[in-house]
């Protein structure tokens, strides 16, 4: 196995970590952000995945700053480092799902300092990923493009099995139950530690890295979904998956579908690069779900597909701007004099 620089691993040196802002909540939510200090070639945001947090990003970060890129990135309202809901901070949320898109907005207009003549990148995780959709759709021109690692595009539920499903969902949030677990014998997080836990010896860094920081900082941790935060899931899931919703979507997105991947519907993710108009669809086999912190092979195979994509929508960015500039000054020139 190649050794590792640990050093890729740790916060870097330039990014600006922890800072913070006030949502509409009134809840502090936590980000970070760097300068590269190569050649400026534009920004890439940064949102990651359900009970995910920006240490684990840290390697992220530092592939994207080589690259050129400015990064800012965020932890979603009610987990990581950003301020709770409720006195038990393993609960999440109760309106995240939905309320995440509204911070992300935020975010975006008010915090993030980019340089308007580069492009802007979205980049995403698994439920940040259905976060990441909604927001495009609503919001057309606020990214050049987006990269989504493993979306949470849709459930696995069959339709009849989504009705039952949602049945007592509702049922729960109706007699007080809202705040309880979906689930204890199907944690997301325990199901995620048992694959990591299976690739320790070809990858011992990366596979640790998540349990690493939440050991460090237990208040990073949060617990499984709720039925409250089920409900809003399942309400943000319909809403995108219908053909009109998804090809109403024109921002240029690469999808990363990995085939170890046992969390996310892989059918929910060809069907949405489908029917988005300017999408493409990168499978790579032998991958699973947490791919920013996967084996080195594999990273790289994702890696060389971002690069390809980005490159691409560098091009057409600024090929689109020379356009722009040039009907601009056509128009100009075209204008009736004044007598």
Known sequence: MKKQNIDR??????????????????KKIRYGHAESKKTARGTVIITTGYADFIESYFETINDFLDRG?????????????????????????????????????QFRHDIVKYDKNKPIFLVSHSMGGQMA????????????????????????????????????????????????????????????????????KEEPIRMEIHQYFAKKDPSLKIGDPTFYWTRAILKQTKEIRSKASLQSIKTPILFGLFESDLLVSSQAIKRAAKYIPNAKLVKIKDAHHGIWTEREQIRQKWWQQIDKFMNKQQRAFYNSKITNKAKNSIHKNNKSPKI
Not at 15 to 21: G, T
């Open 69 to 105: 890129y400015a990064v800012w990135i965020m932890d979603w309202q009610g987990q990581g480092g950003s301020e709770r809901y409720y006195k038990n901070p393993q609960i999440p949320a109760k309106n995240a799902p939905i309320n995440n898109v509204r911070d992300l907005h």
């Open 133 to 200: 959709l909604h927001y495009m759709k609503h919001h057309e021109v606020d990214f050049t493009a987006a990269i989504l690692a493993a979306p949470f595009v849709d459930t696995k539920f069959t339709r009849k099995g989504e009705l039952v499903a949602k049945f007592l969902v509702h049922l729960a949030c109706g007699v007080g139950l809202g705040n309880r677990r979906t689930s204890k014998n199907n944690n997301i997080v325990r199901r995620i530690k048992k694959v990591r836990k299976s690739l320790k």
């Open 9 to 26: 691993f740790k916060q870097p040196k330039e990014f600006k970590f922890p800072q913070f802002f006030t949502n509409e909540d009134g």
